[in-house]
């Protein structure tokens, strides 16, 4: 089975973590270049995106993470990791970049504040079997769907939640709370398929 990561810089790495454990994956933390050397693939957790992306360019990460998805490694990113795969950022704070490969417009704290965190029931393009039970933690939207890149999932209002570009699957819930698995099997059928 081949290595994959989950960027630990912050956020519910734990989380993720465990379901990937669970699925029967190599599991390791990346924090430094050297580390993410050794995945075939990378999970980027929830958490503030802006910490992350200080955190990345602090431990030399951001360059080499760039690299990697242009060649091609499965990324899945929630939430916060979302926001670090759009191409382009709305509402983003001063400064604060993204590693990009997803051919999106993503806006930050799209649904408001922490207390206006809420629960929805997807239809995900793929998934055949049920919807998913999707949680909201201020989480971002993805205002703009650029022609490389599909949309997965909206939610009754139109507005898209979940997008998918080759190897690299964007979401703006998580996942990791819920017991859902069916994303992080399809990062993992990415890696294997490489
Ligand atoms: N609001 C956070 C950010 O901008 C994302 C929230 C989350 O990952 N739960 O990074």
């Known amino acids: 089975n081949p290595t994959v990561g989950v960027l630990a810089l912050q956020g519910d790495v734990r989380e993720h973590e465990r379901i990937l454990h669970d699925l029967g994956a190599a599991v390791i933390r990346v924090r430094r270049p050297e580390e993410l050397a050794q995945v075939s693939g990378l999970v980027i957790p929830g958490g503030e995106s802006s910490v992350i992306d200080k955190l990345s360019r602090l431990f030399g990460l951001q360059h080499p993470i760039r690299d990697a998805i ?8 929630t939430c916060a990791g979302l926001i670090m795969l ?12 993204s590693f990009g490969g ?8 799209a649904f408001g504040r922490q207390v206006e965190s809420f629960e929805a029931d997807l239809d995900v393009s793929g998934f055949d079997d049920g919807p998913v039970h999707a949680a909201f933690i201020r989480g971002p939207v993805i205002e703009h769907v650029g022609p490389n890149a599909t949309a997965l999932a909206s939610l009754d209002d139109g507005r898209v939640v979940a997008v998918e570009q080759g190897a690299l699957l964007g979401i703006s819930f998580h ?11 399809r990062f993992l059928s990415s890696v294997n398929a490489r």
Do not use: K, Y
């Not at 242009?70 to 990113?77: E, F, H, I």
């Not at 997803?102 to 704290?109: A, E, H, P």
């Not at 996942?175 to 099997?185: A, K, S, V």
């Open 70 to 77: 242009r060649d091609g490694m499965p990324v899945l990113g």
């Open 86 to 97: 759009a191409d382009s950022l709305v509402d983003a704070i001063d400064g604060q970049e």
């Open 102 to 109: 997803l051919d999106v417009v993503v806006r930050r704290n």
């Open 175 to 185: 996942p990791e709370i819920t017991e859902e698995t069916r994303f992080h099997q």
